[in-house]
């Protein structure tokens, strides 16, 4: 390790002023991922200990500013008390005790969630000419079963062997590594009180490094550890119940989604859906005809899902009833290029790709562009969302150095997806997953075609017709229907499904080979005789017209309530003042749940008129607001609603009948402006509307600092 007077020399031959705070970050981040992957090469301690010590220095510089910004630990404690303070979300059936994992959306919850969800469609749905539908929460048993959810859809789950408490088994061996990581941090740096071990264990040491390391290299890859592989991690790690200490049991899968019963026989069986898209996938005829049998296009679906989450933890991060926007992006397999490619290739952002994963490398910063032609994303579409999903979460207010694009690993990659990358946004939680967007190939179209026997394909009408060669099966139904009778639709599905070239010459083989006599195994599993009276294999000349194709799906799937979350993380802060901190909410204006706050300065009744004529033209423009006439000063009124994370607050005083004009306060620069009522509400409305910045604002209107009265 650097000695202290080898990181400050360092610190003094660095120049720091050239980082902005999310530079810095980008530098922090950029250094860590080169020692991992000088450590991952077995580089010598020599070569890489001066990357140690700048990446050293560059954290101590952030511990400055976090310390100039009362920002060096974050109190989610604090936000949390906030939120509930301010009735955002809270556990629903409080007052009943609860229950695990389901919440109630108060007030301003509700309505940031609703101006996600409509920016959300302003984003995707008016500007990609997205088909939106609405399908039943209610599933029948056979759909889920042909998606593959019924049987594939599961966690890992253990108990503690003593208390039969229930723990993720992924989620428990990231609690207790984490906090083992934690605990050794603290006593590098000196802050664990030694004396407050519990009686009976040992005071806790430093790790080891390569302890460290190993077990840093198993939070980078944890995701690709399923079953045996999973128990045996934990047996090596000797994970146990944080709580009590007590050994866990061997992990054992549990399926997810919710049964229920449809109808009063209790025969017809059911589940809560655990996601839109199968409504979608059911629908895509009905669909396809709404594109005027164009390709491609998409369908996008807003609404709740359930999972029946093993052990509900960390708030909204993961719940059994949540709401989902999903795409089903429809496309040729063979044209996997996006016409609006170019318009994001040049866009550069944060991947962590699967092979970076397992070698614990840490993540790179790559055009999406150069991304696509390395092969590191699967094609152009898939790259196209993307992008189009790290744009909209930068618009609603992700900070940009806390996002990131991970792809998924092999053993994680869900059974439908042929490449996977989630955006991951990180808060006081670590990097959570809250948007997935999958290239699910064919997948669900034909399954599901597979099964109901409906043809969920495109025809495509060619220019020019393509001729080939095929092989192809005859099937002489005058002599075959009267063979079989009843049973010859179990001898023709078996026929239906030899649909590769090699199965036909097979078959034509085995006929030849047995006189002109085979046997066959029906759908029924029962044999039958077939000969070369009823079906012969030939060779012939095909010319094509019409091209029939499934198409491929491509899916980005957002999760409306961890983004959320993600969000209330990054814009919180606390502003310093002279008499007490102040909470702030620094939403955008297109998502906070008010955008405007109307105040008189006092209760006299000559407000009263202003009041109301600012609120009504505010109203007609679609942008909400409220009024505070309470008795409270307006600073207190100012304070209450930056907790709120209202963005713009007008107040009316003696000026205003005088001469009509109002002061216009911004919530996070405290700057203020003095126009009359027209100008000011035009302004919030274009605020909104995203058609100018506050910095727009300043550069147009005179700041106001006092006031003739």
Known sequence: MPTPVQIEQSIA????????????????????????????????KDEVAPHVTRLLALKKEQGVRMVRRNEKKFDRASLEGLLTKRFFYAPSFA???GVTGLFDFGPPGTALQNNIINLWRKHFVLEEDMLEIECTNLTPEAVLKTSGHVDRFADYMVRDVKTGEIFRADHLVKQVLNARLETDTSLRNDTVDKKKTPKGLAAPEPLAPAVRQDYEMVLESLDNYQGDDLWKLMQRLEVTAPETGNDVTEPKLFNLIFETQIGPTGQFKGYLRPETAQGQFLNFKRLLDSNQDQMPFASASIGKSFRNEISPRQGLLRVREFTMAEIEHYVDPLKKNHPRFHEVADVELTLYPADLQLKGAGSIRMTMGDAVAKGIVNNRTLGYFIV????FLLRIGIKQERLRFRQHMANEMAHYATDCWDAEIESSYGWIECVGCA???????????????EELVVRETLPEPIVHNVVALEVKKVVFGPAFKGEANFVL????????????????AKLKAGGGTTIVTGSNGKEYTLTDKMVQVVEKVEKIHVREFVPNVIEPSFGLGRILYSLLEHVWWIREGDDEARNVLSFNPAVAPTKALILPISSNEQFNPFIAEIGRSLRSEGVSTRIDDSAASIGKRYARNDELGTPFAITVDFQT???????LRE?????????????????????????ITWADVEAKYSAFTGQDV
């Open 657 to 663: 009948v005088k001469d009509r004009t109002v002061t």
């Open 493 to 508: 599905e078996h026929l239906d499904s030899l649909v590769e070239e090699e199965q036909l010459r097979e078959l034509h």
């Open 95 to 97: 007052i009943y005790g």
């Open 667 to 691: 919530r996070d620069s405290l700057k203020q402006i003095r126009e009359d009522i027209p100008t000011v509400v035009s302004i919030i409305n274009s605020l909104v509307e995203e058609r």
């Open 13 to 44: 031959e660095f120049n720091f002023d050239v980082f902005n705070d999310e530079l810095l970050v980008a530098e922090i981040t950029k250094q860590g991922d080169v020692i991992k992957g000088l450590k991952a090469q077995k580089k010598p």
């Open 439 to 453: 290239d699910r190939s064919a997948y669900d179209l034909t399954a599901h075609s597979k099964v109901t026997k």
């Open 388 to 391: 189009r999903i790290y744009k």
